[in-house]
């Protein structure tokens, strides 16, 4: 949550929550990532950029 807070101190704004279940043998986990936008600038995910997922 932190992330977001600093996107958001810095004019971004929420544009889509994407919310994806990984199926593991303990039981499924959901991971939930928060497309950012900036007007004039392209999306963004901060988290899968931080953690170095590639692409979003």
């Not at 593991?24 to 963004?44: A, C, D, T």
């Amino acid at each position: 949550m932190e992330l977001i807070l600093e996107y958001k101190e810095k004019g971004f704004e929420i544009d889509r929550i994407e919310k994806r279940t990984v199926q593991f043998s303990f039981g499924p986990v959901v991971l939930k990532r928060r497309r950012m936008r900036k007007k004039g600038e392209k999306k963004y995910c901060p988290f899968g950029y931080s953690h170095r997922f590639g692409k979003t």
